[in-house]
Each structure stands twice: as C-alpha cells, then as structure tokens.
C-alpha cells in the first residue's frame, strides 16, 4: 500500500522561503507524476503543479515564478520549495502521488498534508 | 484558466437519499473531470476519474456523468459517512482547477 507523509516546518516567516518533504513509502516514485496541492484554512483546493522522475515539470502559472519541486529516486522523496512566502500562503499542504503513470489527471494517493502557517 | 462551478454549494440530506452535485466548466472538454470527497481535517479522496471511472474501493452507490460543460455527481442511498464536502476538478488542461465544494450534511 502506498503512503505518503510530508514533512516541514509548520511556521515559516515573511519573505522566507518554505521547504516541505512528501517520503513515499510501499511503493516506488519512479514511473508516475508527483503533485503538490494546497488548501488555505477554509479554503478549496489550489493545485500548485506537477513533477515527473526524468525532471519534467509543471508549475501553476501563479505560483510559477516562486515554486521549485524536485524528486530524489534514490530516496523516494518529493519536495517542494516556495520562496518568499507571504500570508497567503499559509495552507495545509499536501502531496499526492498522479493516478496514471504515464501522465497526470487525477490523484490516487495523497499524503496526510501539513500545515504550514506564515507569521513572524 | 478553465473555471469550474458547483451547484448546490450545500445541501441537506437524510440517510438513504439520492443526492446530485452539478459541476460546470467555463469551456467544453470530454472526460478529463474527476471528483473527491474530503472529510474535515483529511485528505481528498478520488471517487471517479475520467467523469464516469469509479476508483477502485469506492462504493458503486457513487457514480458520474456529464460531457462538455456539465457534469454531475450522484450519491445514491446516502450513507453516514458520505456526509463530507465534494470537490470536481478538471485534468483537460493546466493550471489544473477545482470547484469551490459543494458541502452535504445531514438534514
């Protein structure tokens, strides 16, 4: 059974960058899409963007110019990086594992999410 | 960006109801329309892909449909722990987007 669980600072401050760890366990990140979504307190859904093994990446067009994701295979860790982070972006953030291995249109798997608040 | 509306944004329901949420899109596209349940404090899980694929493990109580700009979620025989809040969700192109929520709880 695959599991996901993400990991990271619960409190980030203004202007700083946060940093969070999805580890993917039973099962390897190889072959499928990687996804980070988040959800502000109250909130809906807000897909942040995708990342496949060889590199390839999508981000969403509003986050494009602060996110980076990457993957580790040798260690089936997904992460994610956003800079300079505002109130805004305070959110439970999860990362959820791509239904179909060649492409990404839905997620089947999904980490437990983390919340993640920015104040100073 | 494709848009997506729901319709009811809550509704109330008893058990054994049959309930219908109504997800619209702001341009036409076939399949790439899946939907998830989220209870409070958890994870979305997905109920159908591809508009009308029920995922492995969700009752068959669940079931999708639609094309183009509607689509529509039924809930048959509400079950207790069916009372959550539904999110549709588009795949046909990117930024991926979903509906805002449509929240059933027990009348």
């Known amino acids: 059974q695959v599991q996901l669980q993400e990991s990271g600072p619960g409190l980030v401050k203004p202007s700083e960058t946060l940093s969070l760890t999805c580890t993917v366990s039973?099962?390897?990140?190889?072959?499928?899409?990687w996804s980070w979504i988040r959800q502000a307190p109250g909130k809906g859904l807000e897909w942040m963007g995708y990342?496949?093994?060889?590199?390839?990446?999508n981000y969403s067009p509003s986050l494009k110019s602060r996110v980076t994701m990457s993957l580790d295979t040798s260690k089936n860790l997904f992460s994610v990086r956003l800079r300079s982070v505002t109130a805004a972006d305070t959110a439970t953030y999860y990362c959820?594992?791509?239904?179909?291995?060649?492409?990404?249109?839905?997620?089947?798997?999904w980490g437990q999410g983390t919340l993640v608040t920015v104040s100073s | 960006d494709i848009h997506l509306t729901q319709s009811p944004s809550s509704l109330s329901a008893s058990v054994g109801d049959s309930v219908t949420i109504t997800c619209r899109a702001s341009?036409?596209?076939?399949?790439?329309l899946n939907w998830y349940q989220q209870k409070p404090g958890k994870a979305p899980k997905l109920l159908i892909y591809a508009a009308s694929s029920l995922e492995s493990g969700v009752p068959s109580r669940f079931s999708g449909s639609g094309s183009g700009t509607d689509f529509t979620l039924t809930i048959s025989n509400l079950q207790p722990e069916d009372f959550a809040t539904y999110y549709c969700q588009q795949s046909f192109n990117t930024p991926f987007t979903f509906g805002p929520g449509t929240t059933v709880d027990l009348k």
């Open positions: 990342m496949y093994p060889t590199g390839s990446t």
């Open positions: 341009q036409s596209f076939t399949r790439y």
């Open positions: 039973g099962g390897s990140i190889s072959n499928y899409y």
């Open positions: 959820a594992r791509c239904r179909h291995g060649g492409a990404c249109y839905s997620w089947d798997y």
